[in-house]
């Protein structure tokens, strides 16, 4: 990934534009132009100056990202820092511009490493991290968070004239922070994707399939961001685990959620390694998966059961898929030889990656969902997922029971009970195993 340059974490103070003096070796700070040193100012002494500056800063600089102005864009940049920050931070424009980047909000600044004590005629740098909030145009109906680590240089008298010497992203970069990032754009999606051109289109067409087959079952689609990164690194960066997180996953959807509150800016991130792995068929398995948790997202205002929620995704990704169930959920199956049959639903906690038994928990609820879709129609399992995230009325002192609400939603959507269903479930399960 080519990240924004990196963070200088220690302070230092560093001769300013009108002195030619060299620092002096007792402080460290660079004698004004004219005369002996002043006495030094105190980081404290100017703090409120330089929040204020930073801010004034930082919101018109990210007023000129929205209006592609990369003259004001880049216009606080210190030239003598590095021959690199400029040419990077150009890159980083012409990307968030091509992405559709806007309604930029600069949320709060924290002073991560105060500046020493300098005297006035001097510069001296200082390290902020700088929290905002932004939305892709015609993608995103909520505003998504992200965070910069920067360098700041300024000197203590003339706090307004503050430069940018360094900028990184803070932990997790965002896609417009990937070198060689190539940007397509339809009504359904946005494919945000390094590589080759076949790579590209092959994302966009296998995105366009994905929402054909969401939308024949759930009714609608959600217009979907998709970020295809080069490495398994850059996957995991972007969606704030660590590699290891991401052992046999070839893609994760991401994005803030408030409970009560639809969804509405989730990004759907390829995990390389994994993704090269599998079949076409499995790839649009995968893709059709994602799509599905993020159209369901947007469309509802509850969580669910695990089980419900990923049964439900792995139920619209097989259903063009002409292979025996039993090959589709051997993984449980050979769970089930092993461990017994299952007497009720999978938990939560069964979907730990930890728990090293995640694809067995798929397949369980892929049957538990194919159970009710046979016994009843995958209509009115679409119904029941809706009444139980969030279209049915549930008592407030049961509103964090996610069980109690499926129950609630099985009885008035389908007539019928946890207790059939698992039985039923179980069959389904010991005919297989014959």
Known sequence: MA???????????TPGPDSGHPATAASGVTSPSGGGADAEVAPEAWA???????TVLLRARFAAAERSDESGWLAPLERASSAALRPTQAGVLDRMTRMGVESIRLVGVRETTAPVPAARGTTVEWDVRASLTYRLRGFDARPRSFDLDLTFKADPGRPAALAITASAPSERPQPWDLAGLVVRRSDTALVLAVGDDDRVQEVVRRARTAASRVASVWGEVRPAVWIAPATDADAARLLGRTTGDLDGVAAAT????????????DRIVLVPGAWASLRPDGRDVVMTHELTHVTVRASTTRAVPVWLSEGFAELVAYEPVDLPEATIVAPALERVRASGLPQALPADADFDPGTHALAAAYGLSLLALRTLADAHGTQAVVRLYRAAAGGLDVPTSR???????????????TGTTRAALVRDWQARIRDLLR
């Open 3 to 13: 990240a924004l340059l990196a963070l200088t974490v220690s302070a230092c103070t």
């Open 254 to 265: 991401d994005g803030p959620l408030t409970p009560g509150e639809r969804a509405g800016a």
């Open 48 to 54: 409120a100056d330089r929040q204020r500056a930073v």
């Open 399 to 413: 509103l964090d029971d996610r069980e109690a609400a499926v129950d609630a939603a099985l009885r008035s959507t």
